[in-house]
């Protein structure tokens, strides 16, 4: 068994093996020498142990992962695999474990916190991709509900769910042959999550006498899961929105060293066991780890009421889906896609994918559990037999395709599996771009990657436009604002004139005596307070808020032009320098709006910040907290168009680079092209790439 590795250049690596183990011994090898650092991280963020090296700030996490038992529920997943897929994973650990020493070595971070790389296990791709997506279908928010209603009352229980933006999200665009210059399908999108540095996908080629594929890689992940095009099939996701993790609230006791739940049968023994976390320039924490007949707790204990447990498929199936990612690198068709997926677990996708010879598919795929309606909006009783599982929702939606498909997270094709979606603002501005043009290329699809209008800000404008008796600033604002193009350029003083504003009318709604009981969030673990500020919440859902008859004493008017009139008299604004908002003076929005990348440690001599455009209902989404900051924390983490007419047509872009390593070539290479909404080529022709020699 062989395999070499080539590169394009952009550094992006080509592996070609004899066979597939080979192939994935060579990919688990090469993101071990281009990611060391980022791999070993998310390693030991899947077994509860990144505190040891990052300090403190990463102990929040690590209690959560040791609490609901990833890496115990990756290793139950690997050990049910079938044989191939379990040999097939195998052979990936052999290779980043072959690789990481040389990687590390290379990576200035594993000195800097006196980090020696580790041992993988084979489930630890299991538990790496576990951690990815155990908050991806946002399971907090029902402890939100829960706070709004024991504060505000039952009718306020769904008051934020305006279809507010989720943690992650993607856009997603199929269109049919009949709609192209070719004649062919495109395949088109881009994923949106918090932006990281090294990027969370990674740009890659896997080629043996069974398949070639090009795809988009999660490192420290086998195969390519979520993007790929094999030659003859191309498929793409976004998040389905679906709601499959419930919330129990637990009534636990203690019997000597042992813990009893209350369940439906009454008192029964629940597991227990302390692990230590240990923590950098600190001394280690004792974690108890819980799980009841439910599942694991992860809030509260015994001693500490509530305790509250996560009930999550792949804990209860003992599978993650993995058997799907080397049927999906052998697929031809979409039929061939559409029965890989059908093994799908976790997370639950929006699945679209064409192949060569006209075939089109749209659907649902993953596990989703059949229950109680109310599992989906609130924590629900451990005791009450009527919130238990009964089943799988089977077979999950499909729809046909008509000559273009959408998928941007909004309400549609997995309605009837979820709660809260993304506004449809996105979606629609897709679809009208699509439609405004015919015999669309891939190189023609930056434009709608790269759109910047602003859907949702047509509802406060409406409403702005209405008010009369402002100070002549304000007055000025609000006609300025209201002749606003809506688009979110990086160049424009207009848009930033309207963030300004909305920011100011986020604040003032969060500060109003009316929402006052949810300013305090209730004590749940660190992990979960992203879900549980006000600030944001309100910052999502201005519009259904302002519109609500539950709360009390709250006058949209008088809020918006409280709003505008703050803005135009031009104080600075804790979310960036504002400038003077009425008189034409606010810096463009770029100037606010930059790129926040997260790092695991960050560089030491990190460059200049770039300025970006977008929002977070843009096509080009590119999303800020409105009221908290300005800075993008979460956006486009690579851009794509798969041809299904000639592969090397296809186009992609990622927000940085195809290595890891600070200071390379190819860490940073790619980041030029993806400010500027460019795509890049997809290389296939082999003899138009540089084999690297076996030496490292």
């Avoid at 932006?195 to 992940?221: F, N, T």
């Avoid at 999906?328 to 068709?333: P, S």
């Avoid at 639950?348 to 989703?368: F, K, P």
């Avoid at 005791?383 to 999950?396: F, I, K, R, S, T």
Wanted: hydrophobic share 45%; glycine share 10%.
């Amino acid at each position: 068994m062989t395999a070499r590795v080539f590169r394009d250049a952009w550094g992006i690596p080509h592996l070609r093996a004899t066979d597939s183990r080979a192939l994935a011994v060579a990919q688990g090898r090469v993101t071990a020498y281009d990611r060391a650092w980022q791999i070993e991280v998310e390693r030991h963020r899947a077994g509860g142990t990144s505190a040891s090296f990052l300090g403190a700030e990463a102990l929040g996490w690590d209690r959560f992962a040791r609490q609901a038992r990833l890496d115990d529920t990756a290793h139950r997943c690997f050990a049910a695999l079938d044989p191939e897929t379990t040999d097939w994973v195998r052979g990936y650990v052999e290779g980043v474990n072959e690789g990481l020493a040389t990687g590390a070595a290379r990576s200035p971070e594993f000195a800097a916190v006196g980090l020696t790389p580790g041992r993988w296990e084979p489930w630890t791709p299991l538990a790496v991709w576990l951690a990815h997506h155990i908050l991806f279908a946002g399971f907090p928010t029902k402890l939100w509900r829960e706070h709004v209603t024991h504060r505000l009352g039952e009718a306020a229980a769904n008051l934020f769910a305006a279809d507010a933006p989720s943690t992650a999200g993607s856009n997603g665009w199929l269109l049919a042959g009949d709609r192209t210059a070719t004649g062919a399908a495109l395949l088109a999108g881009d994923p949106h999550r918090f932006i990281e540095d090294p990027g969370v996908y990674q740009q890659i080629r896997l080629a043996c006498p069974e398949y070639d594929v090009v795809g988009l890689a999660v490192p420290g992940v086998p195969g390519v899961a979520h993007f790929g095009h094999t030659g003859g099939v191309a498929w793409a996701i976004t998040n389905a929105m679906a709601d499959y993790q419930d919330l129990y609230v637990e009534r636990l006791r203690r019997r000597g060293e042992a813990v009893e739940a209350y369940g439906p049968d009454g008192w029964r023994p629940a597991a227990v066991h302390t692990e230590t976390v240990e923590v950098a320039g600190a001394d280690a924490v004792e974690v108890e780890v819980i799980e009841t007949a439910r599942g694991p707790v992860v809030a509260g204990g015994p001693d500490d009421a509530p305790a509250v447990s996560l009930r999550y498929p792949p804990r209860v199936l003992a599978d993650l889906g993995f058997a799907t990612l080397p049927a999906l690198l052998r697929a031809r068709t979409v039929d061939d896609v559409d029965a890989a997926v059908d093994r799908w677990i976790e997370p639950v996708n929006v699945l679209q994918a064409a192949d060569t010879a006209g075939g089109l598919l749209h659907r649902v795929a993953g596990a989703v559990p059949v229950r109680h309606p109310a599992n989906r909006l609130r924590v629900v009783p451990a005791w009450a037999p009527e919130h238990a599982w009964q089943g799988w929702y089977a077979p999950l939606p499909p729809a046909e395709v008509d000559g273009c498909a959408v998928m941007a997270n909004e309400r549609g094709l997995a309605s009837p599996l979820g709660v809260e979606f993304a506004p449809p603002y996105r979606a629609d501005r897709i679809r009208d771009l699509i439609d405004s043009g015919r015999d669309w290329t891939a190189d023609r699809m930056p434009a709608v990657h790269t759109d910047t209008y602003l859907g949702s800000a047509e509802p406060l404008l409406t409403r702005l436009a209405g008010l009369t008796g402002l100070e002549p600033a304000a007055a000025a604002l609000r006609d300025r604002l209201v002749r606003w193009d809506r688009r979110m350029a990086a160049d424009s003083t207009d848009a930033t004139a309207f963030a300004l504003f909305r920011a100011a009318l986020v604040r003032r709604l969060a500060a109003h005596p009316a929402l006052a009981p949810l300013a305090d969030p209730p004590p749940y673990p660190e992990v979960f307070q992203p879900w549980l500020a006000l600030v944001p919440r309100v910052a999502y859902a201005v519009p259904a808020l302002l519109g609500s008859s539950l709360l009390p004493g709250v006058d949209p008017d008088a809020l918006l032009r409280a709003a505008v009139e703050e803005v135009a008299a031009g104080p600075a604004d804790p979310g960036g320098t504002a400038g003077d908002a009425g008189r034409g003076g606010p810096p463009r929005w770029g100037e606010l709006h930059r790129l926040t990348p997260w790092q695991a440690l960050p560089h030491p001599h990190a460059g200049p910040v770039p300025e970006l455009a977008g929002d977070h209902d843009c096509v080009l989404a590119t999303s800020s907290i409105p009221g908290v900051t300005h800075d993008c924390l979460r956006g486009p983490a690579a851009r794509f168009v798969w041809d299904l007419a000639d592969r090397a047509g296809s186009r992609w872009v990622v927000p940085f680079g195809a290595s890891g390593v600070p200071g390379d070539a190819h860490h940073e290479d790619q980041l030029p092209s993806w400010l500027a909404g460019d795509l890049l080529p997809v290389t296939t022709d082999w003899d138009q790439l540089t084999e690297e020699r076996d030496d490292r």
